[in-house]
């Protein structure tokens, strides 16, 4: 390291200074600095290097450090007290609003078992005094015919149709009809003894009609009747037929009575007879069929009035009539036989009788579920007084299910606040048991939910807002003065070292340790790996700053403060300095002047860390890198003498693009490039300003290399020359025709070089026979005019995308626009892509929907500029997916241009909607655009449909290897295995193209394609299915591809779907055939 020259920084060639200036370059000696911050701590170095930018990071790091150590007292003590006012805040916040919510849940609760037990004891007291006016009348009915000496079934009843309307007055039923017991022997005399004992029917119908009923003419029956018409003598009954009933309705279509009860209701009134119970029938209107089906009507019949509405559930009960109940009903197995059920009476009433004028107006919500064990069940609401009918069916919302009472009918007289006075037969608990559930429901707790726990709960959040603003005004106060701290400590380490010194060296040399004693023990990292750890920027050392012991000298200096340098024996320098640019610059301005340099010095950026070649900085116009360091290399000279030939190529290309805003002039700028290998000292020089520095005469030759070089040229030394020739690249080295006067060097022999790229890749034996590696072959001038022309068959379309998106824009303005990018809502589509392609494949992709004011509105797309990011980008991006096609014979660049041509041929042959003739509906011919648009199955309609099909066309064989998918799986290829074994080729080039896409640098022209995340989706959807189309091999393919074609052109395959849904299919169809074609 002693025997290195030292070199003064002045030497530097001034910046801007021209390459034909042999001044320039006169010093002996060079030494190459990477500046990191000015005094205040700002980035003050020309490199617009994003990616190798580490001094800047670690400076940052450097300076929160110090702002840390000095402040973290601070910083605890903040950190509670934000703990605290959280904690405490939401502390209060939930106890409040939890003792708030449960006051009003225990009013809710509360106010729920009392109409629980209002509406119980009201159905309880309705049943009770229903069963009781029956009970009554039955007694009655007796008592008469034991006086008037009658049997049964032959017993009349006096004055029936006042009766019957007392008792329906008390039971609040609908129907009420005594049905004597008639067995098969009495049959023939009952029909008789009917027919010549009903006086009272039309005793019953004076006195409706003095009501103001109107009713027409009745009929006696022929015999008793059942569902089907007249029973037969050899019926076996027993016969309950219908006689007395109230009210007494007449009907054309069937007789007055006689109507067999017991043919419908058997098992009810069979249960009846044998328990002496009172027994519930089926209830109808629950089901839908009993209010559409006749039959149900007739089995009805004389149970309800022909007039009355099924559609709300309806019951009948069936009481008993015995002998010998003349004073009311004791019956015991003793005395059963004296007993014997002569006859029945039933009673009809709508369920929602029993729950009408129960509640208050205002306790509106109860939720009542009535059902019996016979798995009928249907629902009602209680609003206050009015009961009404929700549906079949448990409809009770199941987040009360804890807030339920449950009661079965013949238990409700424990219900009774009053008791029960009935003494009459039982509701039976064996046949079809009634039960009746009550629920609570939303309107029920909305009458009792009020905003208080919210009010409270926004009181204690205005409290803590207040609060954390006071905290935030007094933190911003102190975040200002940790500022100023910071600032002091960068511009002047020395203080900062002379408050905390122990801390600070601890932060620049973590290897650090304490011996016993106390004392700093000797460092044991050494210099090498310091300086490696200080290019990668992975480091928290403070290296740039002078420390106290630095200030007084080496030999009063620690050993953790010793310098970081190191040598490094294999490298590779190179100068590139652009050849025209004093001249070229001193006309233009200066924002002009860095849009060039910023342009170019960025790509070479991004070429550098491809190459993994170090960039150690610009000065002026010229950019200096290295390989070899801060790792070591074998292949130093190689990596740098491609990295120059790629700056080279892309220098042309982009000074060529700058040219149309920068002037035509600008295309004629060139690089001068000179590269040199040999041993460098590489190290930090720590002060006001930390550089990183490269030393030594390989510095000063690589120099020499570039300022004696040519225009356009990439010269070498003879050291250089030698490595590359050793390294098997000797065709690319030509010499030089006369040796060069270097100065300081005297004449010496350098060399031209010219990198190439020739081959390809054998998938077979997997050797590399590239000279090159395929990503970055130079672009030749067939491969440019490929280039140029899918830009401007890009740009055009983009163009298309930006006319439709603004007129859409203008139409959504007026309010009027038709829903474009239509489908599921869908979130941002990232930086990765979203699986495996063939797993995205869709059965149908959904296309929007035409609008035909779009067509008339759009802007004419020939008059759309486009900003210059875009169409920068639109190039990069092509030239990038050129480079990424291998040299195959077919799945080429080549290829890949001329499918892109044939899809654009195919769109341009399909009549666009846009081209018709906009009619109005006057002219009685429709809207040809509309009617274009349907037959085309709107793929021209969108300009992104049209877009996403050139768009697979480019890339549908990216990194192709140039064999097929079988041969990928026999050979084992690493893409079977991540993409299982199925269409392998295909999937990889959606990736690869698709990642490139959604890289950081492409963002402006991601964003003017897809500028919703529906957008984006949707062009993800067409480029899979269109590229993995071209796999006309893959069996599951071809399979979903038969089957959708079948369903989208048999109408017998797609019943019951819209044909939205089969136009879209077609469409997806047709745009996997334009590739397909054209492939």
């Given at each position: 390291m002693a025997s290195q020259e030292k070199v003064i920084e002045g030497d530097l060639p001034p910046a801007g200074a021209d390459d034909d200036d042999d001044d320039a370059s006169s010093d002996d000696d060079y030494s190459i600095g990477r500046e990191s911050f000015s005094d205040d701590g700002s980035e003050v170095d020309g490199d617009n290097n994003n990616n190798n930018n580490s001094n800047s990071k670690r400076g940052r790091r450097q300076g929160n450090d110090i702002a840390v150590q000095e402040s973290r007292a601070v910083t605890i003590v903040r950190f509670l007290v934000v703990i605290l006012l959280l904690a405490v805040t939401a502390g209060v916040a939930y106890g409040v609003y939890f003792y708030v919510s449960e006051s009003e849940t225990e009013d809710f609760e509360n106010d729920f078992d009392d109409s629980s037990e209002k509406v119980l004891d009201s159905v309880g007291s309705v049943l009770d005094q229903s069963l009781g006016a029956i009970?009554?009348?039955?007694?009655?009915?007796?008592?008469?015919?034991?006086?008037?000496?009658?049997?049964?079934?032959?017993?009349t009843i006096p004055d029936f149709s006042v009766r019957a309307a007392k008792v329906l007055s008390l039971s609040k039923a609908s129907v009420f009809g005594v049905y004597a017991r008639v067995t098969a022997d009495d049959r023939a005399g009952w029909e008789q003894w009917a027919n010549e004992n009903n006086d009272w029917i039309n005793e019953s119908i004076e006195v409706q009609e003095r009501q103001g009923e109107e009713l027409s003419m009745w009929s006696e029956p022929e015999a008793i009747s059942g569902v089907e018409g007249y029973l037969p003598t050899e019926h076996p009954g027993p016969h309950f037929p219908s006689f007395y009933s109230a009210p007494f309705v007449t009907a054309d279509d069937r007789p007055a009575y006689g109507f067999d009860l017991h043919e419908t209701f058997s098992e009810e009134l069979d249960a009846m007879v044998d328990k002496r119970v009172v027994t519930m029938g089926r209830t109808f209107g629950a089901d839908k069929e009993d209010v559409e089906n006749v039959e149900v009507s007739k089995k009805v019949s004389g149970l309800v009035l022909p007039d009355e509405d099924l559609s709300e559930p309806i019951v009948a009960m069936y009481y008993p009539i015995v002998e010998n109940a003349t004073s009311g009903v004791s019956i015991t197995e003793d005395n059963a036989d004296d007993h014997k059920v002569v006859g029945a009476i039933a009673m009809t009433i709508f369920w929602r009788e029993l729950l009408q004028n129960i509640l208050s107006p205002g306790s509106d919500g109860m939720v009542v579920v009535i059902g019996s064990d016979c798995n009928q069940v249907f629902t009602y609401h209680i609003f206050g007084p009015v009961a009404e009918y929700v549906g079949t069916g448990d409809l009770h919302d199941t987040e009360y299910d804890h807030m339920t009472r449950f009661v079965y009918l013949y238990q409700l007289a424990n219900f009774s606040f009053r008791g029960s006075s009935y003494t009459g037969f039982p509701l039976s608990?064996?046949?079809?048991?009634?039960?009746?559930?009550?629920?609570?429901?939303?309107?029920?707790?909305?009458?009792?939910?009020?905003?208080?726990?919210?009010?409270?709960?926004?009181?204690?959040?205005?409290?803590?807002?207040?609060?954390?603003?006071?905290?935030?005004?007094?933190?911003?106060?102190?975040?200002?003065?940790?500022?100023?701290?910071?600032?002091?400590?960068?511009?002047?380490?020395?203080?900062?070292?002379?408050?905390?010194?122990?801390?600070?060296?601890?932060?620049?040399?973590?290897?650090?340790?304490?011996?016993?004693?106390?004392?700093?023990g000797l460092r044991v990292e050494n210099?090498?790996?310091?300086?490696?750890?200080?290019?990668?920027?992975?480091?928290?050392?403070?290296?740039?700053?002078?420390?106290?012991?630095?200030?007084?000298?080496?030999?009063?200096?620690?050993?953790?403060?010793?310098?970081?340098?190191?040598?490094?024996?294999?490298?590779?320098?190179?100068?590139?300095?652009?050849?025209?640019?004093?001249?070229?610059?001193?006309?233009?301005?200066?924002?002009q002047v860095f849009t060039l340099l910023e342009t170019l010095y960025g790509a070479f950026d991004r070429l550098a860390q491809r190459r993994g070649v170090f960039k150690v900085e610009t000065i002026g116009d010229s950019y200096v890198a290295v390989t070899g360091l801060p790792e070591p290399r074998v292949d130093h000279a190689v990596a740098m003498g491609k990295f120059a030939r790629d700056c080279r190529e892309k220098m042309a290309e982009l000074t060529e693009k700058l040219g149309r805003t920068l002037g035509p002039d600008t295309g004629d700028l060139q690089l001068r490039i000179g590269l040199n290998s040999g041993p460098v000292t590489a190290g930090v020089l720590r002060g006001e300003r930390s550089r990183f520095q490269l030393f030594g005469d390989t510095v000063n030759t690589a120099a020499r290399m570039e300022s004696t070089g040519v225009v356009s040229k990439i010269q070498v030394s003879q050291t250089t020359a030698d490595l590359l020739t050793s390294a098997g690249k000797g065709h690319?080295?030509?010499?030089?025709?006369?040796?060069?006067?270097?100065?300081?060097?005297?004449?010496?022999?350098?060399?031209?070089?010219?990198?190439?790229?020739?081959?390809g890749t054998s998938?077979?034996?997997?050797?590399?026979?590239?000279?090159?590696?395929?990503?970055?072959?130079?672009?030749?001038?067939?491969?440019?005019?490929?280039?140029?022309?899918?830009?401007?068959?890009?740009?055009?379309?983009?163009?298309?995308?930006?006319?439709?998106?603004?007129?859409?824009?203008?139409?959504?303005?007026?309010?009027?626009?038709?829903?474009?990018?239509?489908?599921?809502?869908?979130?941002?589509?990232?930086?990765?892509?979203?699986?495996?392609?063939?797993?995205?494949?869709?059965?149908?992709?959904?296309?929007?929907?035409?609008?035909?004011?779009?067509?008339?509105?759009?802007?004419?797309?020939?008059?759309?500029?486009?900003?210059?990011?875009?169409?920068?980008?639109?190039?990069?991006?092509?030239?990038?997916?050129?480079?990424?096609?291998?040299?195959?014979?077919?799945?080429?660049?080549?290829?890949?241009?001329?499918?892109?041509?044939?899809v654009v041929k195919l769109l341009s042959r399909i009549v666009a909607p846009s081209d018709g003739v906009i009619r109005t509906a006057q002219d009685g011919k429709g809207e040809l655009a509309s009617t274009l648009h349907d037959h085309t199955y709107g793929i021209t309609s969108d300009p992104l449909t049209q877009f996403a099909c050139v768009f697979s066309a480019l890339i549908h064989d990216v990194d192709h290897q140039g064999v097929p998918n079988s041969t990928l799986l026999a050979e084992n290829s690493p893409l079977v295995a991540t993409y299982d074994g199925h269409s392998m080729a295909e999937q990889n080039s959606v990736d690869l193209a698709w990642k490139l896409l959604m890289e950081d640098q492409f963002e402006d022209l991601r964003t003017i394609i897809c500028a919703t995340p529906n957008e984006m989706n949707r062009f993800r959807e067409l480029v899979v299915n269109s590229v993995m189309a071209t796999d006309i091999m893959d069996k599951d393919l071809k399979d979903l591809r038969n089957q959708r074609w079948d369903k989208a052109f048999q109408e017998t395959s797609r019943l019951g779907e819209s044909q939205e849904v089969n136009t879209n299919r077609k469409a997806t169809i047709v745009i996997e055939h334009l590739i397909q074609a054209s492939d």
């Open positions: 009970d009554n009348f039955m007694v009655s009915v007796i008592s008469y015919a034991e006086r008037s000496n009658s049997t049964w079934p032959y017993v608990d064996e046949q079809c048991p009634y039960w009746m559930k009550l629920y609570a429901s939303d309107t029920m707790r909305d009458d009792h939910e009020t905003n208080n726990p919210l009010i409270f709960t926004i009181v204690a959040a205005s409290i803590f807002v207040f609060t954390s603003f006071v905290f935030c005004l007094y933190d911003c106060v102190s975040e200002r003065r940790q500022r100023k701290v910071l600032r002091v400590a960068v511009q002047s380490t020395a203080v900062v070292s002379s408050l905390f010194p122990q801390v600070v060296r601890d932060r620049i040399f973590p290897g650090t340790q304490q011996s016993s004693n106390g004392k700093s210099a090498k790996g310091r300086l490696q750890q200080f290019l990668r920027g992975d480091g928290d050392g403070e290296e740039g700053e002078d420390t106290p012991e630095q200030a007084r000298g080496p030999d009063k200096a620690g050993t953790s403060n010793a310098p970081i340098a190191e040598l490094f024996s294999d490298t590779t320098v190179m100068f590139a300095d652009i050849a025209g640019f004093t001249a070229w610059s001193s006309v233009r301005e200066p924002a690319w080295v030509t010499k030089r025709d006369g040796e060069v006067e270097a100065k300081g060097k005297g004449r010496v022999q350098t060399y031209f070089i010219e990198p190439s790229g020739k081959g998938v077979s034996s997997g050797e590399d026979t590239a000279d090159e590696d395929d990503e970055f072959q130079v672009m030749d001038e067939k491969t440019r005019r490929l280039v140029d022309w899918n830009c401007e068959i890009f740009g055009k379309l983009i163009k298309q995308i930006v006319a439709r998106r603004e007129a859409w824009q203008a139409l959504s303005k007026k309010g009027n626009a038709k829903k474009q990018a239509s489908g599921r809502a869908l979130p941002p589509v990232t930086t990765s892509t979203k699986g495996k392609p063939l797993d995205e494949v869709k059965e149908v992709i959904e296309l929007p929907e035409f609008d035909p004011r779009l067509a008339q509105d759009s802007t004419n797309p020939a008059n759309i500029e486009l900003d210059t990011a875009v169409t920068t980008q639109l190039r990069e991006y092509v030239s990038l997916i050129a480079s990424m096609y291998r040299a195959n014979p077919f799945h080429c660049f080549e290829h890949a241009s001329h499918v892109t041509m044939s």
